[in-house]
């Protein structure tokens, strides 16, 4: 029997969510503790059979919920000009959905990954990204790219819209507790309640909105120069600014206060907010454990710690 593996992993913004749909810089990470691992494998006659945590069954009947996934498949097997064989694909992730922890891109990749593995073919970047933006409009209606790219990328990264993506230089190890909510976030609602309120109100908007990417600015100059207090002190700031778009919610603002009041340098929302993750930097790793066990104590669902190293 055939079998091949296509992997994902998961990925975190740092700054600029929301901002970024609006043409300003952002900062992503890959968060490579929790991935998507995708196995196909041949089986007799010429079904798809799915299986992920979600859905089992043919590709024919997959949920309309999944229909980014069935598409991915059926377009993937088009670029690679295979029909009519039998094939079982498993879908298993780490990445827990709707937590701005770019689930659904980290899916399509490991899919797209694992189709041309098991043809035998290469994938290239622009085929990829292609396969992969289409699967994240059913996700999110128009994406700014910024999961595809960061979930398909080994290093951090400056994202801007209709730019080329650049590295981003980590002058010391930077250490972060990310934590879950538990609570799915709506980044398909909160994108659009920014948009519904910039039509009414552009000037408050556009200013929140360009200090985002003014904020991301001094971060990436922060990271370069290794020094945890001015990226702290530029996330906390980045969090209020969120927090005037209506992006954050109590929960997350608890969640927020809570690292904060345990010792950490900062913390803010991650990915599209109103439920879904924050993330917290922290001065070391014994005091990530600290400000992990209050995270807990206070609610959160689970919690990762995350060291980006120089680079
Ligand atoms: O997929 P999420 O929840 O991590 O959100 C992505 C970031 C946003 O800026 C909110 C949306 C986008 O398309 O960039």
Redesign the pocket.
Known sequence: QKVAVGRAHS?L?LI??????YGQP?IAFPFKQIEVKVTVKNIEGNAIQIESPFYQGPLEQIPEKMEGIGDCIIQTLKVLEQRSSGLHIQIASSIPI?????S??AIAIALVRGLFVFFNQELSDSQLMALVERAEKF??G??????MMTASSANPIWFQKQHVVEHVKIGAPFHFVVADSGRV?D?YA??KSIRDKYEIKPEKIEESITLLGKLALEVRQGLAAGDSQQVGDKLNQAQQHLALLG?SDPGLDGLVDTARTAGAIAAKL????RG?CILALVENEQLGKKVADALIQAGAAQTWQYTIAKC
């Open positions: 990925k913004i600029g969510e929301h901002s970024v749909v952002a709707g937590r701005g922890l770019g659904s891109a996700a999110h128009t994406p700014s790219g910024i999961d976030g980044t909160a994108v992006v991650t990915g599209g907010g879904g």
